[in-house]
C-alpha cells in the first residue's frame, strides 16, 4: 500500500482564553487508505508516545451525518472536496511530500475551545429561538391528516439535510450564519404544519443569530460550496423573502 | 433477589391501557416540584427530556456531544416501523408485535413488545406533526418499504436518513423545551457516575469535558437513555464517542445488566483496511437484494487477490463460490444476517477471504448490470455506490465492492420492568441502553421505533408510577453520598492520570475489541469465552498499570475521557463473556457453535430448519439473564426472569 | 403605533433588514445608472442633442425635478454607502483570518465590493465636483449660441474637453471598471437579498447581472475612449 510523508501546520490552543498559534509536524507513512481523521489518530499516537500532547479535534460518527467533525483544511472547511465532511475525506486525495494546513472553524459566534474544537452551542441556541413546530407530545392527528405535496416534501427534505456542521459559517468571510439558519427554518416553512408559527420562526431566529455575533452575508456562496449536504444558497433567498413578508406583517398587526 | 416485571395482569392487547388507568398520576401542580436527571439526548433521552417537560416536570439533560442533535441516533439510515397499516396489506399491531418477538428469538418479554407495537403509529403521527420529512407518494400521502423479517410494507422512511431527521424533530421538540425554560440543556458534559441515596437513583456526578469541572446533580429520578455497547469490539458502525460508562457505572452502583450477549452483527459493512481503522461504515443491507456474495473456491487465488496479483474479474465462474447460494439455495444471498454474517467468517477462517487483510468477501454486481444495465443499478443504488467510492477508492461499477460483517446494535443492556425501571428504584433506562424488547435480536427499522416508543409514549405515563410515592426534592446534593461519590470520581481520574505508563489508551481498546470479536463476536464457544475470561484481567491489569494519558483533568482531554470509557468496557467485557459463557444455546445474536442443528436433527431431517441454524434450548433458557456486579474482578451473579409466553408459542425460527 | 415603529425599527436593525436597505438603494442606483448612461450616449447624437437634454434636466418641474432627483440620488447613496459601511465592519471583526486562506467559489467580484464601492464613492464624489460643481474649471463659462441669439451652457463641450484629459479619462476608466465588477456582483446580490433567487431563476439572473454590469461599462467607457482614441468632437472644441 502506498505511504505518503506529510507536513502537517496545525493549529495549537490551550483554552479559549490563550492564545493559538501554528505548530508543525510531521506525518509520516501514512497510508492512502486511511481516512483524514485516522491520519490525524496516527500523528496523535506517535505524540503520545513522545510523551507531547494529541491534537484536540470533534469527531464522534465518522460517516458524514452526526456533523461533529470540524477541521479547515488547507483554508476550506472540510476541505476542497465537495459534498463531504471531514471525517469522510480520504488520504488518496493528498500526494507525497504536501504540507496541509488544519486549523479549526473560524468565527467569534463559535469560540475555541481547545486546538480544533469550538463550542457551536450558537446553533442550539438559534433553534430554541424558534426552530421548531410546537405540537405537545400525543396531540398529533393521524399521518395522512395532512396531505404534502411531493415538490414541497422534497424541498423541505433538501433544506432538512443539514447536519449542523458550521461548515458554512466557517467558509463565510462574513462568518455568517445565514445558510444554517435558513436551510432549518426552510425546512418548517416549506411544510403546511410550519406555517401556524412560521413569522414568529423567521423573526425569531433571526434575531438570536444577529445577537450571537455572526456577520452578515455578502452572497458569496462560500456556505454552498463547502456544505457537506449541498444545501443551496437559495434557501437564503427564501429566507429573506419570509423574513421582509413575517416584518411587514408584524408592523401591522 | 426476585426479578419482578410488573407486567399488568389482563388480555395482552389491554395491558396497556389497563396499566395506564391503573397507575397513580401527578397533578399537574405538583409535577413542576419534581426534577428529573436525563443522560443521553438521543431519540430515547430527547424525547424524553422534552415530554416530560411538556407535562411540567423539571429536566436536566446530559449529553456528551456538543449539541443533542448530534447523538447517534443520528446515524440510522433505513427507516422506523409503524402498524398504520397504510398500504392496506394486512398489517396490524399484532402482525408488529408478532413479527418483533419472532424476529427476537423468542427471548423478549410478550408486553414490553406488544405496548411497542401499539405506540408505534403514534409515533408517526407526532413525528410528521413535528414537521419531520418522511417519503411521499405523488398524491401526497406517506411512502412505506418493506424490511428484513417482514412480509408488509411498514417501513417509514426519509431518504437514506431516517434517523438523523427524526432526531432533529426530537432535537427541535428539546429545544423548544429549552427555550420555555422547562429544560436545562447540559452539552459536552459526561456522566461518571450514579448517586444511589437509601437504595434510590437519586444523582448523577458530570464532568464538564470542555472545562474538567465535576459537579453534582441531584433529582427524584434519573433516567439512563445512553445507547448500546457496541465499541466494547473497538471496531464497530456505533460512533467514536458510544460507550457503556453510563450504564456500567449504574451496574456497579446495582443496576442489573440483562442479555448482554445478544449483539447484532451486520453482514454488509465496508471491511478493515489496516491497524490505524478507527470505525466501520455500513453499506445499506438492501445491496443484497442484487449483489451477489462470493470469494474465490481456492485460497491460493484468495491470497493472489490479497496481494494484488489478481483482480476479482480474473477469477473464472466455475472457480468461485457463491456460498450463500449455495447454502442457501431458497433464501440465497437475502438469508437473514446473522446467517449471511457467520458464512462470511467461515470462508475467511478457511483462508478464501479477500481484501487485504484477508477479512472480506466479495459482493458483485456484475451479474445485476449485465440483466438490468447500469441505469437501472445506479437509480437503486446510486449513492451507497458513491459512498462506497469515497472509502474505498474502488469503483463498484467496475469491481465488485468488499464487505464484511460488523457489530452495529446491542440487544442487551440494563434490565427494566414494565415501567422502564431498573431493579435500582429510580433509575429509568430507555432505548439501547434497556435490553427490553428486542430479545436476542432486533429487525431492520425497529430501533428507531423503540427509541421513540419508550420516550415520547412509554416513560411520560410510567414515570408516575415512581414518582408518586416519592416526596419532590427530598434528597438534594447537600446529602453526605454525593460528596463520597464525588470523591469516588475524583480518585479514579486522578489515578487513571497517574499510572503514567507507555501505551495509549487506543492500543488497549484496540486489543480488547480484538479479542471480544475473536472470541465472544458473531460464533462463540465455550474454550474461546474461557480463554477470554482469562485473557481480560490481564488486559485490565496491564491497562491500570501502563496506560499513558497525558494532560490533566483540567480542561479538555480526550485521552482521559476515553481512557475512562475504555477502563469500563474492558470491566463491561467480562460480563459479555460471562453471559455469552452461561447461556448454552443458540438464539439471535448470540451463536454457540455446540449449539447448532445438524444432519442428525430431526428439524434438519424433516425440513423445518437447516445445517448451522442457531438451536434454543427453551426447556433451560427461557429467561433474561440480569447480571448483578460483585466485586471489580469477580464473577458476576445471576439473576434470571423467567418469560412466558402468553400470546405467541415459541418456535424454530424460520424465514423459508 | 409604537409596536408598528418598534417592528421597523427591529427590522432596520437586523442583519437581513440592512442588507435590504443596501439591496434597494443598491437598485434605485443601478437604475439611476441606466438613465444616466442613455442620457450620456446622446453625446454621440451631436452637441444639439446633448444638450436639448442637459436643459432638459435642468428645467423640468420649472427646475425642481433636478433637485428632486439629486435629493433622492443623494439619499440612496448615502443609505447605500451608510449602511455598508456599518455591516462591512460587522463582517471583519466577526471572525479571525484563517492563517491559511483560500475560496472555493466565491467571485473576485463579490470579494472586493467595499473597495469597489468605496473607490466608485471617491470617483463620483470628483466627477460631481468636476462637472456639477465645475469646481476647478472654466467649464461654466462653455456657452452655445443658439440660433436665436440666446446662449445656453456647453455641456457637450464640457465632456469633450473634460475627457480630453488623459488623467481624468484614465481615472473615469478605472472607475468604470470597479463599477462593472461592482455591478456584476452587486446586481445580482439584489435579487437575492430581496428573496428572488430561486433554482429556476438563479441561472438569469446571475446572467443578466454580468450583462448589465458590461453594458453599463460598455457604454460609459465609450465616450473618453472615443474622446482620447479617436478624438471625437475635439475638432469642434477648438
Redesign the interface.
Known amino acids: 500500500?502506498p505511504l505518503l510523508n506529510l507536513t502537517l501546520?496545525v493549529?495549537r490552543q490551550?483554552?479559549a482564553k490563550s492564545e493559538g498559534r501554528?505548530e508543525t509536524y510531521e506525518a509520516k507513512e501514512i497510508?492512502?487508505?486511511?481516512?483524514f481523521?485516522?491520519m490525524i489518530?496516527?500523528v496523535n499516537?506517535r505524540?503520545?508516545?513522545d510523551?507531547?500532547?494529541?491534537i484536540?479535534f470533534?469527531?464522534?460518527?465518522?460517516?458524514g451525518?452526526?456533523?461533529?467533525c470540524s477541521m479547515?483544511i488547507?483554508?476550506?472547511p472540510h476541505s476542497?472536496e465537495r459534498g463531504?465532511t471531514t471525517c469522510?475525506l480520504?488520504m488518496?486525495k493528498f500526494s507525497d511530500g504536501e504540507t496541509i494546513?488544519i486549523?479549526p472553524f473560524?468565527?467569534?459566534?463559535f469560540p475555541i475551545?481547545?486546538d480544533l474544537?469550538v463550542?457551536?452551542?450558537s446553533?442550539?441556541r438559534i433553534?430554541?429561538?424558534g426552530?421548531?413546530?410546537?405540537?405537545?407530545?400525543?396531540?398529533?392527528?393521524?399521518?395522512?391528516a395532512?396531505?404534502?405535496?411531493?415538490p414541497d416534501?422534497d424541498a423541505?427534505?433538501d433544506a432538512?439535510?443539514c447536519?449542523?456542521c458550521g461548515a458554512c459559517v466557517a467558509?463565510c468571510?462574513?462568518?455568517?450564519a445565514?445558510l444554517f439558519v435558513s436551510a432549518k427554518a426552510s425546512?418548517?416553512n416549506h411544510?403546511p404544519?410550519?406555517q401556524a408559527e412560521k413569522d414568529q420562526r423567521v423573526?425569531g431566529m433571526?434575531?438570536q443569530?444577529?445577537e450571537e455575533?455572526?456577520?452578515?452575508?455578502?452572497?458569496?456562496?462560500?456556505c454552498?460550496?463547502?456544505c457537506p449536504k449541498e444545501i443551496?444558497?437559495?434557501h437564503?433567498?427564501?429566507?429573506?423573502?419570509?423574513?421582509?413578508a413575517a416584518?411587514a406583517r408584524?408592523?401591522?398587526s | 433477589m426476585s426479578l419482578d416485571s410488573k407486567v399488568p395482569k389482563g388480555p395482552l392487547a389491554e395491558k396497556w391501557s389497563s396499566h395506564k388507568m391503573n397507575s397513580k398520576l401527578i397533578n399537574p401542580a405538583n409535577k413542576r416540584k419534581f426534577k428529573i436527571i436525563v443522560v443521553g439526548s438521543g431519540l430515547a433521552g430527547g424525547s424524553a427530556a422534552a415530554t416530560l417537560s411538556e407535562l411540567g416536570y423539571k429536566v436536566e439533560c446530559f449529553c456528551y456531544q456538543d449539541s443533542p442533535r448530534r447523538a447517534h441516533s443520528i446515524a440510522a439510515q433505513g427507516g422506523i416501523n409503524a402498524a398504520k397499516n397504510y398500504q392496506n396489506d394486512g398489517d396490524s399491531v399484532h402482525r408488529l408485535f408478532y413479527d418483533t418477538i419472532k424476529g427476537g428469538d423468542f427471548r423478549s418479554r410478550e408486553a414490553n413488545v406488544h405496548r411497542l407495537a401499539e405506540v408505534s403509529t403514534e409515533i408517526i403521527d407526532q413525528c410528521v406533526a413535528q414537521g419531520v420529512p418522511f417519503a411521499r407518494e405523488y398524491g401526497g400521502l406517506l411512502d412505506n418499504r418493506s424490511f428484513g423479517g417482514a412480509q408488509v410494507k411498514r417501513t417509514f422512511y426519509a431518504r437514506g436518513q431516517t434517523g438523523q431527521q427524526l432526531l432533529i424533530g426530537c432535537y427541535q421538540a428539546l429545544e423548544k423545551e429549552v427555550s420555555k425554560g422547562g429544560v436545562t440543556m447540559h452539552t459536552r458534559t459526561e456522566m461518571l457516575d450514579l448517586v444511589v441515596v437509601d437504595g434510590h437513583a437519586k444523582g448523577i456526578v458530570v464532568r464538564n469535558l470542555s472545562t474538567g469541572e465535576i459537579t453534582t446533580h441531584a433529582a427524584d429520578a434519573v433516567i439512563l437513555a445512553t445507547g448500546g455497547y457496541g465499541n466494547v469490539f473497538y471496531l464497530s458502525t456505533n460512533a467514536m464517542g458510544c460507550n457503556v460508562m453510563a450504564s456500567f457505572r449504574a451496574h456497579r452502583r446495582g443496576a442489573f445488566m440483562a442479555n448482554p450477549c445478544y449483539t447484532q452483527i451486520h453482514p454488509t459493512c465496508i471491511p478493515v483496511s489496516g491497524d490505524y481503522q478507527s470505525k466501520l461504515t455500513l453499506m445499506s443491507e438492501s445491496l443484497r437484494n442484487d449483489g451477489r456474495i462470493w470469494v474465490p473456491k481456492s485460497a491460493e487465488d484468495a491470497k493472489a487477490i490479497r496481494g494484488g496479483k489478481k483482480k476479482a474479474s480474473d477469477i473464472p465462474e466455475d472457480e468461485r463460490d457463491y456460498y450463500l447460494e449455495r447454502k442457501y439455495p431458497s433464501f440465497g444471498n437475502l438469508c437473514p444476517r446473522d446467517i449471511a454474517s457467520r458464512a462470511a467468517k467461515e470462508c475467511c477462517d478457511e483462508g478464501r477471504g479477500v481484501a487485504t487483510t484477508g477479512l472480506g468477501v466479495f459482493l458483485d454486481f456484475e451479474d445485476a448490470i449485465k440483466r438490468d444495465g447500469e441505469d437501472a443499478i445506479r437509480a437503486r443504488y446510486g449513492n451507497l455506490f458513491q459512498m462506497y467510492e469515497k472509502i474505498s477508492g474502488d469503483n463498484p461499477y467496475k469491481q465488485p465492492m468488499q464487505i464484511y460483517p460488523a457489530v452495529h446494535y446491542t440487544m442487551g443492556g440494563l434490565w427494566v420492568d414494565y415501567n422502564l425501571m431498573s431493579n435500582l428504584p429510580g433509575l429509568h433506562v430507555l432505548g439501547e441502553a434497556n435490553f427490553s424488547d428486542h430479545g436476542a435480536n432486533r429487525l431492520g427499522a425497529s430501533a428507531l421505533m423503540q427509541g421513540l416508543a419508550d420516550g415520547y409514549f412509554v416513560i411520560p405515563s410510567t414515570i408516575a408510577v415512581y414518582l408518586a410515592n416519592q416526596k419532590p426534592g427530598a434528597v438534594t446534593t447537600d446529602h453526605p453520598e454525593f460528596k463520597r461519590v464525588e470523591n469516588d470520581v475524583k480518585d479514579r481520574l486522578k489515578s487513571l492520570l497517574e499510572v503514567k505508563g507507555t501505551k495509549s489508551v487506543d492500543s488497549f481498546h484496540r486489543e480488547l475489541g480484538l479479542l471480544i470479536w475473536d472470541k465472544c463476536g458473531m460464533a462463540r464457544d465455550k474454550e474461546g469465552l474461557e480463554y477470554a475470561l482469562k485473557r481480560i484481567p490481564e488486559i485490565r491489569n496491564e491497562f491500570w498499570t501502563n496506560v499513558r494519558i497525558p494532560g490533566s483533568a483540567n480542561g479538555l482531554n480526550s485521552e482521559l475521557e476515553k481512557a475512562g470509557r475504555v477502563a469500563d468496557f474492558i470491566d463491561f467485557a467480562e460480563v459479555l463473556c460471562h453471559d455469552a459463557l452461561a447461556r448454552e444455546e443458540s438464539c439471535g445474536g448470540h451463536f454457540r457453535m455446540e449449539h447448532q442443528f445438524t444432519e442428525a436433527d430431526a428439524e434438519v431431517q424433516d425440513g423445518t430448519t437447516q445445517t448451522g441454524e442457531a438451536k434454543r434450548h427453551d426447556d433451560l433458557f427461557q429467561y433474561v439473564a440480569a447480571w448483578e456486579h460483585t466485586e471489580p474482578g469477580k464473577a458476576p451473579i445471576l439473576h434470571k426472569e423467567e418469560l412466558i409466553f402468553e400470546e405467541v408459542k415459541p418456535s424454530i425460527r424460520s424465514y423459508k | 403605533m409604537n409596536a408598528s415603529l418598534c417592528s421597523m425599527c427591529a427590522f432596520a436593525k437586523s442583519s437581513i433588514g440592512r442588507k435590504m436597505i443596501v439591496a434597494v438603494t443598491g437598485l434605485a442606483l443601478v437604475l439611476f445608472l441606466a438613465g444616466h448612461l442613455t442620457g450620456n450616449l446622446l453625446i454621440f447624437a451631436g452637441r444639439d442633442a446633448f444638450n436639448d437634454y442637459a436643459q432638459f434636466l435642468h428645467e423640468v418641474f420649472h427646475g425642481a425635478g433636478v433637485w428632486i432627483a439629486r435629493i433622492g440620488l443623494l439619499a440612496c447613496l448615502v443609505g447605500h454607502v451608510w449602511f455598508t459601511i456599518l455591516l462591512t465592519r460587522e463582517n471583519k471583526t466577526a471572525r479571525k483570518k484563517y492563517a491559511h486562506q483560500a475560496t472555493v467559489q466565491a467571485q473576485r467580484s463579490s470579494l472586493m465590493m467595499i473597495w469597489s464601492g468605496l473607490t466608485i464613492l471617491a470617483f463620483i464624489i470628483f466627477h460631481l465636483l468636476h462637472f456639477t460643481v465645475k469646481a476647478g474649471t472654466d467649464y461654466a463659462s462653455f456657452m452655445q449660441v443658439m440660433p436665436d441669439g440666446s446662449e445656453r451652457h456647453d455641456a457637450w463641450k464640457m465632456v469633450i474637453v473634460g475627457f480630453g484629459n488623459p488623467l481624468v479619462a484614465i481615472f473615469y476608466i478605472i472607475a468604470m471598471t470597479l463599477l462593472c465588477s461592482h455591478l456584476s456582483h452587486g446586481v445580482a446580490s439584489i435579487f437575492q437579498t430581496l428573496g428572488l433567487r430561486t433554482k429556476k431563476t438563479a441561472g438569469p439572473i446571475s446572467i443578466l447581472s454580468r450583462i448589465y454590469a458590461i453594458v453599463i461599462y460598455l457604454g460609459f467607457i465609450s465616450i473618453p475612449l472615443a474622446i482620447l482614441l479617436f478624438g471625437f468632437g475635439c475638432e469642434a472644441c477648438k
Open positions: 500500500m501546520k493549529w490551550e483554552n501554528i497510508p492512502t487508505s486511511a481516512s481523521l485516522e489518530d496516527i499516537e505524540l503520545i508516545q510523551g507531547e500532547e494529541p484536540h470533534d469527531h464522534d460518527c465518522r460517516e451525518i452526526c456533523g461533529m479547515t488547507n483554508g476550506v476542497k463531504i469522510q480520504h488518496r494546513w486549523e473560524r468565527a467569534n459566534a475551545v481547545k474544537v463550542n457551536r452551542s446553533f442550539d433553534i430554541a429561538a426552530g421548531y413546530i410546537s405540537v405537545r407530545t400525543g396531540s398529533a392527528p393521524d399521518a395522512h395532512i396531505q404534502i405535496a411531493k416534501a423541505a427534505f432538512a439535510a447536519i449542523g467558509a468571510k462574513n462568518a455568517s445565514m425546512h418548517l411544510l404544519q410550519g423573526l433571526v434575531r443569530m444577529d455575533g455572526f456577520g452578515n452575508c455578502t452572497n458569496q456562496f462560500e454552498e460550496a463547502v443551496s444558497a437559495n437564503i433567498a427564501k429566507l429573506n423573502r419570509d423574513y421582509l416584518s408584524d408592523s401591522v
